[in-house]
């Protein structure tokens, strides 16, 4: 009677059989190690008074006393209003836009007019979100290429930017026009994976090419989206400070201040080190709840998640 191969024996015998592909692992794990699991060392100094000259473990400990200054701040319930509203009309409105262009591209037989479709939907997420930024500001502006065209309409100019309860729609279209087009690529591969000869029974069986999608293409990609939502549901509160700082002013806070955006200005402008990791560590912790929560229900649910 043989005995159980021990992990240690499994791992070495991998380890022999795939030694270059261990070894293409290495800078992606010295990368996760460096940059993301190392610097959560730095996260104690939510808990202290940190001050560069006593270093974090010099500090003085303080304990939830950042965190309780936050939960009882004017900001906290603007800014987590405004991350949350935010987040959800982005995962409204922007999650499905690639998958409708994943979609429609599929459908598409002429493959020349395919690939222009897919490189003008690709090119705005290449643009520097600087330029990008830009060129929303330029658009917006009172004299702007919108707001030329809607004065045409009858309607008066105005500076979109200064009103902010434009803020949310114009960042949020923003988001579906630069990122449609690069988000589709993993879609359209998950397409190319879906077995032809089902579409080939369905049209034997007279289904329309609206029924095959519902039927065949639709179900093909739900463990692809499942997993993409899971994903997005664990980034849900972290909405990208660069685009929110280089778009709003003082006049917009009120509906654009995000959490992310309110650490920066604590942390970064008013040194408030200690207060700002407070808050950070705040959206983390929600975020990994949602993420863990929404992998727990998409279990139960289709039998589809991460772990």
């Given amino acids: 009677m043989s005995k159980p191969t021990t ?4 791992f070495v015998r991998d380890f022999r059989m795939n030694k270059y592909l261990y070894l293409m692992m290495i800078p992606v794990i010295a990368y996760y190690v460096i940059f993301h699991y190392g610097p959560m060392y730095g996260a104690i100094i939510a808990f202290k008074d940190f001050t560069p000259i006593k270093g974090i473990l010099g500090s003085d400990w303080v304990g939830l006393k950042h965190f309780e200054d936050f939960f009882g701040s004017y900001y906290f319930l603007r800014v987590l209003k405004n991350t949350i509203l ?23 037989r002429r493959r020349y007019f395919k690939r222009v479709v897919q490189t003008v939907t690709y090119m705005p997420y290449f643009i520097s979100l600087v330029v990008i930024c830009g060129i929303i500001t330029d658009f917006t502006n009172a004299d702007g290429l919108i707001n030329r065209l809607f ?17 949310r729609p114009i960042y949020v279209l923003s988001e579906i026009w630069q990122r ?10 998950a397409l190319m994976s879906i077995d032809l000869e089902q579409y080939e029974a369905a049209r034997m069986d007279g289904a329309s090419r609206l029924k095959q999608m519902i ?27 660069e685009k929110i700082i280089l778009l709003y002013n003082p006049v917009t806070y009120e509906t654009a201040d995000v959490i992310s955006s309110f650490v920066y200005r604590k942390g970064l402008l008013e040194f408030g080190w200690s207060y700002s990791s407070a808050v950070g560590l705040f959206n983390s912790v ?3 709840a949602l993420l863990v929560s929404a992998n727990y229900i998409s279990r139960k649910v289709n039998e589809n998640s991460l772990w």
Avoid at 89 to 95: C, K, N, P, V
Avoid at 151 to 167: I, V, W
Avoid at 180 to 189: F, V
């Fill in 7 to 10: 992990f240690k024996r499994r």
């Fill in 86 to 108: 935010i987040s959800l009309y982005t995962l409204i409105f922007e999650f499905p836009a690639p998958i409708i262009l994943a979609l429609l591209i599929n459908e598409v």
């Fill in 151 to 167: 004065m045409l309409l009858g309607y008066d100019g105005q500076a979109m930017l200064q009103k902010p309860e434009l803020f």
């Fill in 180 to 189: 449609i087009g690069w988000e589709s690529i993993i879609y359209i591969a």
């Fill in 215 to 241: 039927y065949i293409t639709l179900p093909g990609l739900l463990p692809v989206i499942t997993i993409m939502f899971i994903l997005r549901m664990g980034n849900l509160l972290n909405v990208g400070f």
């Fill in 286 to 288: 929600i975020n990994l």
